[in-house]
């Protein structure tokens, strides 16, 4: 069984660049879920997606976007990238709805860093 | 709205000692609620879930946490501290299985 995956590990942006992070979901599970980690911070969840459509957002602007695919991986992109936006980016994946699984596993992380 | 608070930013404990790490939350429906661990440089690991089953829930390396409506609490302990325990945990509530919020965490330190 292969756990849930992320690329690239770091990435260095300049402020106000366009930037794509990648997940790949745990095997079984349909719904993948976003996270930003400050540092010294706990993670805040930023969207999920279930069959390909977002399921759920919490309180980040609309830069912030995603996608889920048919194999269930994930891209999450921001746009306009600030200096805030710096931070560590998690992706986790879990059964979704009606699986009775809701517990959700973590991948390694991207950590971005804006300029 | 849902919303976490973990009491202690930092505990430290002797090792062979007992763990407790506290969380509350505040939630409009019946909370799902989690531990999770992280260790430093690696990714976030579940200890352990309640989802309105037994309030008494067991988890991985022996830790387990009770749920208390009354107190809306979810309170993590651990019997005797490893050293390998020393790292950062967070409490999680979920919203509906498609909203989870985090705790600010709390840094366990385990003295020798």
């Known amino acids: 069984e292969t756990g849930v995956t992320q690329s690239p590990t770091h990435l260095i942006k300049t402020r106000g660049q366009q930037v794509t992070l990648r997940c790949s979901s745990q095997?079984?599970?349909?719904?993948v879920s976003w996270y930003q980690q400050a540092l010294g911070q706990g993670p805040q969840f930023i969207f999920q997606?279930?069959?390909?459509?977002?399921?759920g957002r919490g309180n980040f602007p609309p830069r912030f976007s995603g996608l889920q695919f048919p194999n269930y991986s994930s891209e999450l992109n921001v746009n306009a990238l600030e200096l805030d936006d710096s931070a560590l980016y998690l992706c986790?994946?879990?059964?979704?709805?009606?699986?009775?699984?809701?517990?959700?596993?973590f991948g390694p992380g991207t950590r971005l860093t804006v300029t | 709205a849902q919303s976490v608070t973990q009491l202690d930013s930092h505990v430290s404990v002797s090792e062979g000692t007992p763990v407790l790490l506290r969380c509350n939350y505040s939630?409009?429906?019946?909370?799902?609620l989690f531990w999770y661990v992280q260790h430093p440089n690696k990714g976030l690991q579940l200890l352990l879930k309640?989802?309105?089953?037994?309030?008494l829930v067991k988890g991985i390396n022996g830790f387990e946490a009770e749920f208390k409506k009354s107190e809306t609490s979810f309170h993590l302990t651990k019997p005797s501290a490893h050293m390998s325990d020393a790292a950062e945990y967070f409490c999680?509530?979920?919203?509906?299985?498609?909203?989870?919020?985090f705790g600010s965490g709390t840094k366990l330190n385990v003295k020798p």
């Open positions: 986790a994946s879990s059964g979704g709805p009606g699986t009775g699984t809701i517990e959700q596993y």
């Open positions: 095997s079984g599970h349909n719904t």
């Open positions: 997606y279930y069959r390909e459509e977002e399921n």
């Open positions: 939630s409009s429906y019946s909370p799902s």
């Open positions: 309640y989802t309105s089953a037994a309030t």
């Open positions: 999680v509530v979920g919203e509906n299985f498609n909203k989870f919020y």
